[in-house]
């Protein structure tokens, strides 16, 4: 398994369509227990003064999408992922969802952009996949106006650890993002990193947890990560259906997450 911020696996395998990041936002709309959903969550945190909005790392543009009906008529929405992929599915969804955009792709760590440019700034579930975070934050600081703020959601350590370590029982390969994963950016250590570029950090947790009632939905959600075989899918498979029946049919799964808001 390729680590976090392995660039060209991310490009070319991981994020090449938006299929991985769907199955996985299909197991959290499914089986999460918080009924009031992190889109609509991340979204009430943004300062509604705001009007230039950028994103970096949009994917299919999921956060915009579920709240549409709820966007400012003021605000102008630039939309950048550095997978051409993402950028196509987002422009898809987000146009069906009647929500007006300029989009681009570009890497976090060199934004074609003039500084001084957005009121308020999102990396939502994606800075740990940044290489060289120093560099990516130093880049959406200066694209920032004086004033400006940076979204920034993560996860903690023990974020779907129990997924994970399922998943890892069955094969030790399936660990290697949880390794890279604990020294890059996370709920334990994101504040430090954001302090180094910003005036002020704040921490808002995100209180949730899965009650994963499908075996299934474990099995799309560990092969979204690592492609499994045919024969090696029927394994695990099993494997997990046994899983379950140990736990009465319910697996409860940890979430750890939390939004950063940094200020310039």
């Not at 660039?7 to 369509?17: F, G, M, N, S, V």
């Amino acid at each position: 398994m390729r680590a976090i911020d392995h660039q060209p696996y991310l490009r070319a395998e991981q994020y090449h369509t938006a299929a991985n990041l769907d199955a996985r936002i299909s197991m959290h709309q499914r089986f999460s227990q918080n009924s009031y959903g992190v889109p609509r969550w991340l979204f009430d945190q943004v300062d509604a003064r705001s009007t230039h909005m950028f994103e970096i790392g949009c994917g299919s543009g999921n956060i915009w999408q579920e709240n549409a009906a709820r966007m400012p008529d003021h605000w102008q929405l630039t939309l950048c992922d550095f997978s051409r992929g993402m950028v196509a599915q987002a422009q898809q969804n987000l146009a069906a969802a009647g929500v007006a955009a300029r989009y681009l792709v570009a890497d976090a760590q060199e934004l074609p952009l003039q500084e001084a440019t957005f009121d308020a700034a999102f990396a939502h579930f994606m800075l740990y996949h940044v290489p060289d975070r120093c560099r990516a934050l130093g880049e959406l600081r200066r694209v920032l106006k004086p004033g400006g703020r940076l979204y920034a959601a993560t996860n903690g350590r023990q974020h779907l650890s129990e997924l994970f370590d399922l998943a890892q029982q069955f094969d030790a390969q399936f660990n290697g993002w949880r390794n890279s994963a604990s020294e890059s950016f996370k709920i334990e250590n994101g504040a430090a990193q954001l302090a180094a570029h910003f005036s002020k950090v704040t921490l808002l947790p995100y209180h949730d947890e899965l009650l994963i009632s499908d075996p299934e939905a474990v099995v799309s959600y560990i092969a979204s990560f690592a492609p499994l075989s045919v024969a090696q899918q029927a394994d695990f498979s099993a494997f997990v259906r046994d899983a379950f029946n140990l736990n009465g049919g319910v697996l409860r799964v940890t979430k750890a997450s939390g939004l950063f808001i940094a200020e310039c």
